[in-house]
Protein backbone atom coordinates (compact mmCIF):
# COMPACT_ATOMS: atom_id res chain seq x y z
CA UNK A 1 0.00 0.00 0.00
CA UNK A 2 1.69 3.50 -1.07
CA UNK A 3 2.03 5.91 1.87
CA UNK A 4 -0.57 8.40 0.21
CA UNK A 5 -3.52 5.78 0.30
CA UNK A 6 -2.74 4.99 3.92
CA UNK A 7 -5.09 7.86 5.28
CA UNK A 8 -5.28 9.32 8.57
CA UNK A 9 -3.42 7.98 11.75
CA UNK A 10 -5.39 7.13 14.56
CA UNK A 11 -4.29 9.95 16.41
CA UNK A 12 -5.69 12.36 13.35
CA UNK A 13 -8.84 10.53 13.12
CA UNK A 14 -9.37 11.79 17.00
CA UNK A 15 -8.02 14.81 16.65
CA UNK A 16 -10.80 15.60 13.89
CA UNK A 17 -13.09 14.34 16.19
CA UNK A 18 -11.86 16.59 18.91
CA UNK A 19 -12.28 19.57 17.00
CA UNK A 20 -15.94 19.15 17.22
CA UNK A 21 -15.96 19.34 21.06
CA UNK A 22 -18.15 22.49 22.14
CA UNK A 23 -17.24 24.46 24.86
CA UNK A 24 -18.25 23.06 28.51
CA UNK A 25 -19.18 19.61 26.91
CA UNK A 26 -18.60 16.50 29.33
CA UNK A 27 -17.12 14.07 26.42
CA UNK A 28 -17.48 10.27 27.77
CA UNK A 29 -14.82 8.94 25.14
CA UNK A 30 -15.46 4.91 26.19
CA UNK A 31 -12.57 2.92 25.51
CA UNK A 32 -10.04 2.13 22.74
CA UNK A 33 -9.30 4.49 20.16
CA UNK A 34 -11.85 7.61 20.86
CA UNK A 35 -9.25 7.97 24.46
CA UNK A 36 -7.30 9.73 21.65
CA UNK A 37 -9.21 12.73 21.71
CA UNK A 38 -7.78 13.13 24.90
CA UNK A 39 -4.44 14.76 23.29
CA UNK A 40 -6.32 16.81 21.31
CA UNK A 41 -4.91 21.03 22.60
CA UNK A 42 -8.40 22.43 23.38
CA UNK A 43 -6.50 25.84 23.14
CA UNK A 44 -9.51 28.09 25.64
CA UNK A 45 -12.36 25.55 25.60
CA UNK A 46 -13.18 24.03 28.64
CA UNK A 47 -14.00 20.28 28.03
CA UNK A 48 -14.61 17.87 30.54
CA UNK A 49 -13.52 13.75 29.47
CA UNK A 50 -14.99 10.78 31.14
CA UNK A 51 -14.08 7.57 30.20
CA UNK A 52 -15.78 4.22 30.94
CA UNK A 53 -14.39 3.42 33.87
CA UNK A 54 -15.70 6.55 35.98
CA UNK A 55 -12.60 8.61 35.70
CA UNK A 56 -13.94 11.94 35.05
CA UNK A 57 -11.43 14.55 34.19
CA UNK A 58 -8.30 13.29 32.89
CA UNK A 59 -6.27 14.62 30.10
CA UNK A 60 -3.51 13.61 27.72
CA UNK A 61 -1.13 10.52 27.69
CA UNK A 62 1.45 10.60 30.48
CA UNK A 63 4.50 10.93 29.46
CA UNK A 64 6.83 7.55 30.15
CA UNK A 65 8.53 7.88 33.42
CA UNK A 66 5.75 10.55 34.91
CA UNK A 67 4.58 9.92 38.24
CA UNK A 68 1.00 10.06 37.21
CA UNK A 69 -2.49 7.75 38.87
CA UNK A 70 -2.72 5.22 35.96
CA UNK A 71 -6.72 4.71 36.00
CA UNK A 72 -7.40 0.96 34.38
CA UNK A 73 -8.57 -0.88 33.40
CA UNK A 74 -10.72 1.01 30.97
CA UNK A 75 -7.71 3.19 30.38
CA UNK A 76 -4.70 1.03 29.52
CA UNK A 77 -2.17 3.51 29.16
CA UNK A 78 -1.59 6.17 31.90
CA UNK A 79 -3.22 9.58 31.33
CA UNK A 80 -2.53 12.83 33.05
CA UNK A 81 -5.29 14.41 35.33
CA UNK A 82 -6.69 18.07 35.50
CA UNK A 83 -7.53 19.15 39.38
CA UNK A 84 -10.49 18.08 40.64
CA UNK A 85 -10.08 14.48 38.55
CA UNK A 86 -12.35 11.87 40.43
CA UNK A 87 -13.25 8.49 39.94
CA UNK A 88 -15.14 5.59 41.39
CA UNK A 89 -15.27 3.82 44.24
Same mark, same amino acid.
Given at each position: ????????????? !? =?????? #??? &?????? *?? &????? !????? #? =? =?????????? +??? +?? *????? %?? !??????? %????? !???? #? %? &???? +? %?
Amino acid at each position: MSERAKGLSRQQM !C =DRLAME #FGD &GWIVNL *GV &GIPTL !CSNFD #F =D =DKEIILQSEN +GVI +GY *GPLAA %PG !CNVTCWP %PALTR !CRSS #F %P &GAAS +G %P
